[in-house]
């Protein structure tokens, strides 16, 4: 069955217009990815979710911020940022409105075809069903697309910058040993072919967005940034 068409733009837009909708209307400001899965959810599933984010987090309408709770368990916060908010002002008044109606009419649409079975289940569980590829299975690749190309040289360029950072080495040797294995794990997962989506999360995009996060600038930032935003092409691609 042919899969239907992701309107990676839309989900973009609205994304950016529950933020602006939530800071602007509400007052607030800090959410976490499973609230934003939850509200675009009806168009579009968890993983596409993710990947946009993932986008305008890199070109800046949106912040990252990293909490722990009492276990030092690590989780995010996104925010919408200044430039952000200008994207979502900056569109027609009617487009705004259109992509809150799209949301709503989908969400109430999904609703009236829910068998009973899926009623009294975890909603969360027919958008993971509904996603363009399994978390756990491992993802097509083509060895010779240029993202998938792209995608391992800046993740093979990050780890040699990394495991050569001495700075990185002496403050926290702990945490960029874990880093240097992870990803030099995940480049070989990623050559060799056999990678599924929560590896590419837990051994590439996690630990270099930690080294983003924790060394704030320099050229291991540089390349951790860039090879994360060539993974999130790459995947953009298997949509």
């Given amino acids: 069955m042919e899969r239907k068409k992701v309107d990676l733009h839309l989900i973009e837009r609205a994304v950016l217009v529950f933020l602006h909708f939530q800071c602007v209307k509400n007052g607030l400001l800090d959410f976490e990815i499973g609230e934003l899965q939850e509200y675009v959810g009806p168009l579009a599933s968890n993983n596409v979710v993710e990947l946009i984010v993932d986008e305008l987090v890199e070109n800046g309408s949106l912040t990252r911020t990293v909490?722990?709770?009492?276990?030092?368990?690590?989780?995010?916060?996104?925010?919408?940022?200044?430039?952000?908010?200008?994207?979502?002002?900056?569109m027609q008044k009617s487009a705004y409105e259109k992509i809150l109606n799209q949301i709503t009419d989908a969400e109430a649409e999904r609703k009236e075809n829910e068998t009973p079975e899926e009623l009294g289940s975890d909603s969360k569980s027919g958008d993971e069903t509904a996603s363009s590829f399994d978390t756990w299975e491992p993802l097509p690749i083509e060895r010779e697309a240029p993202e998938y190309v792209e995608a391992v040289s800046k993740s093979e360029d990050a780890l040699k910058v990394i495991e050569g950072d001495n700075g990185y080495a002496d403050s926290e040797p702990e945490e960029r040993n874990h880093i240097v294995w992870a990803v030099g794990a995940g480049v070989n997962a990623l050559k060799e072919g056999l990678i599924t989506k929560q590896q590419v999360d837990s051994l590439l995009l996690a630990p270099l967005r930690r080294v983003v996060e924790r060394l704030k600038k320099g050229i291991a930032v540089e390349a951790a940034r860039a090879a994360v935003q060539a993974i999130v092409e790459w995947l953009k691609g298997l949509l």
């Avoid at 722990?68 to 952000?84: A, K, P, Q, V």
């Fill in 67 to 90: 909490h722990s709770n009492d276990l030092d368990e690590e989780f995010y916060f996104f925010r919408i940022s200044t430039e952000g908010l200008s994207r979502a002002q900056s």
